[in-house]
């Protein structure tokens, strides 16, 4: 019997965001900057290699679709690795998946061969999100959780800014293979760092005794003065025994909070991942060139990352029900407001960026702090399968999204820009659904 037994929730919920911890989170941070650039790589490639290839938009359809397959199967596949075998391990070898696939697209030759890794590098970026996710939460105290994973997850859209800015440069001088041979190795070198200095959550090592050595050697490095042979509990991140992960979602205290955040994820996955696949076709259909294109795309991250900042510290002080839900009502009405930029000044490309880059700040803002609302809902055991299948549902709607892409375009600018306001729209009906939001400050226990 252990001479003591510490309840290492209590631990970290009353304890200072340490440096250390802050420094854990930037590593997760950085594999999603890699994981939001190869999510949208094809985006940008895909003007130029319909020029290399000679085909037609519609022709990449089925390559958006099953890249989405693969993040929606990978999603809930890593999920449950990530609950069962660790996050840490699950999202180190997911970010090498989707980098070594990153690397083969490069040397792809048709369509075929450009579905099938797709659907691998799918299969990896979307296993390394909610691992991710799961695994900054539980690194941070309740109080600091919005912001440790909302500052994690902001790394989609700061990772297809980047890649924006560099398409811009890479793809009319040096052409799309050499942007999918960077877009692989960095995660790539990525992965052996975070295998040498990432650790596993502590909240997943107290529920495995033969680990309590390596839980006690990090709790140290948190700060914390550790007796020699203490035992560890977490009581509150429990669910009751006798459910499987799916059971315990739908159980009673959980069931209406699965329902809501699966029709926000799907909805408004729908939308961003219109925008990502499919934006600079658009662009280039209203008359643009393949780098204003580009740079429409790097303009709706770019206003991406800087609204999940300012969604980071709303829901930190004001809690999360009213920024989600009027972050919806505000990035549909910013879509609508980009069709009367492109009907009014269809010249004025400075003021088109501007739009996509308001519109880009509002769906960001909502889509990447839904993944912290669904950290914060389920408790450790399913943390990482519930934010999986959540996002699942997600790769759902944007599977959707490619399908009807190239039709939508080929209808107008209005269809592409009203289903992404009626998308976000039903993405705040689900959000409206969740009880159990983030709280704000005094109201939390």
């Not at 519109?359 to 950290?375: D, E, K, P, R, W």
């Not at 943390?383 to 892409?405: D, K």
Request: aromatic letters at 8%; a positive charge; charged letters at 10%.
């Amino acid at each position: 019997m252990p001479a003591s037994v510490i309840d290492v929730g209590a631990l970290i919920e009353r304890s200072p965001w340490t440096t250390y911890q802050k420094a854990l989170t930037l590593l997760a941070a950085i594999a999603v900057i890699f994981d939001g650039f190869d999510i949208q790589i094809l985006g940008f490639a895909i003007p130029s290699i319909m020029a290399e290839w000679h085909l037609k938009r519609a022709a990449f359809a089925p390559v958006l679709a099953i890249g989405l397959a693969g993040m929606a199967l990978g999603s809930p596949f890593a999920g449950y690795c990530g609950d069962r075998f660790g996050r840490r391990t699950t999202m180190i070898g997911c970010v090498a998946l989707f980098g070594a696939a990153t690397i083969a697209t490069a040397f792809a030759r048709g369509i075929p061969e450009l579905a099938i890794l797709r659907f691998l590098t799918g299969m990896g970026a979307g296993g390394a999100l909610p691992n991710a996710s799961a695994l900054v939460a539980e690194f941070a105290p309740v109080v600091r959780r919005p912001m440790a994973v909302t500052l994690t997850i902001v790394c989609v859209p700061l990772g297809g800014m980047i890649g924006g800015v560099g398409a811009a440069r890479i793809l009319p001088a040096y052409g799309w293979h050499t942007l999918y041979v960077i877009g692989g190795m960095a995660p790539l070198l990525l992965g052996l760092a975070l295998w040498v200095a990432l650790p596993e959550s502590p909240r997943y090592l107290v529920r495995h005794p033969a680990r309590w050595n390596e839980l006690a050697r990090l709790l140290r490095r948190f700060g914390h003065a550790l007796e020699s042979g203490c035992g560890f509990t977490d009581p509150r991140e429990t669910v009751k025994e006798g459910h499987s992960a799916i059971g315990a979602l739908f159980s009673r205290g959980l069931r209406l909070d699965t329902v809501g955040l699966w029709i926000a994820f799907f909805a408004s996955l729908n939308a961003v991942y219109l925008v990502f696949g499919w934006l600079p076709a658009m662009l280039t259909a209203q008359g643009l060139d393949l780098g204003a294109a580009s740079s429409g795309l790097a303009a709706y991250n770019f206003g991406g990352v800087l609204g999940v900042l300012i969604w980071a510290v709303m829901v930190t002080y004001t809690g999360s029900r009213a920024p989600l839900l009027g972050g919806c009502v505000a990035g549909a009405a910013s879509a609508l407001a980009l069709q009367l930029i492109l009907t009014r000044a269809p010249g004025t490309h400075t003021l088109l960026l501007a739009g996509i880059g308001l519109h880009g700040l509002f769906a960001n803002a909502v889509q990447t702090t839904m993944y912290a609302l669904a950290a914060h809902v389920y408790p450790t055991k399913i943390r990482a399968s519930g934010v999986a299948l959540a996002a699942a549902i997600g790769r759902l709607g944007a599977m959707l999204s490619s399908f009807t892409g190239a039709s939508l375009i080929q209808l107008g600018s209005m269809a592409f820009l009203g289903v992404l306001a009626v998308s976000l729209l039903c993405a705040g009906i689900g959000l409206a659904i969740v009880r159990a939001h983030f709280a704000r400050p005094e109201a939390r226990g």
